[in-house]
């Protein structure tokens, strides 16, 4: 009988967890890039004691934040094929790159502002250009062996590729999605064709 009581108190603290940080994700995709645990508590249906009591600091609660927006974008990843027509891949990647980035950018809006104070948010960020570099070198891994400055190419399409290049476009200029997907796409075959 204890283990079922022990078995249900976890699972109703891991559902607590989860509603938490839901809340946390759904400020930040409203645009309040600041929450406040009192705000969190409020949107997940706790008391802020019951926040505490399940994340021990603001750090912790970001990690589980951070862990949800990598879940989310994993489900938008895609494999495309190496062997596939350079044109093919160029604009698969950047379609790919513009459903991602449209689904991390509250994060990442909110992250600029958090990262002098939290690690979770630095390795979010480092943990994301890890993943473009690596697709980078995935989808075009043919031009990559042909290139005579491979590293220098991987940078390049990894920079024109990134949260980074999107944000200048889609928040500072105001672009449409479609209008950065199209600029990006130039980008990306101008460095690999020419």
């Known amino acids: ?50 926040l505490w009591s399940n994340f021990r600091d603001m750090e912790s609660l970001l990690g589980a934040t951070v862990e949800y927006w990598f879940r989310t974008d994993d489900e938008l990843r895609t494999e495309i094929e190496p062997g596939a027509p350079l044109e093919d891949r160029i604009v698969r990647f950047c379609a790919e790159r513009e459903r991602r980035l449209v689904n991390i950018a509250p994060a990442a809006r909110a992250a600029v502002l958090g990262e002098p104070d939290y690690e979770a948010l630095r390795a979010s960020r480092h943990g994301h250009i890890a993943r473009v570099r690596s697709d980078v070198q995935k989808t075009f891994a043919p031009e990559l062996a042909a290139s005579t400055a491979p590293e220098v ?30 600029i990006m796409e130039t980008t990306v075959r101008a460095l690999l064709e020419g």
């Open 1 to 50: 009988m204890e283990y079922r009581q022990t078995d249900g108190r976890m699972q109703r603290s891991e559902r607590t967890r989860a509603s938490i940080v839901q809340a946390h994700a759904e400020l930040l995709r409203e645009g309040v890039l600041k929450p406040t645990a009192a705000l969190i508590a409020e949107r997940a249906g706790v008391s802020r004691r019951t």
């Open 153 to 182: 190419l991987i940078d390049s399409l990894t920079a024109a590729t990134s949260w980074n290049c999107w944000s200048l476009m889609f928040d500072d200029h105001g672009y449409p999605a479609e209008r950065c997907r199209h």
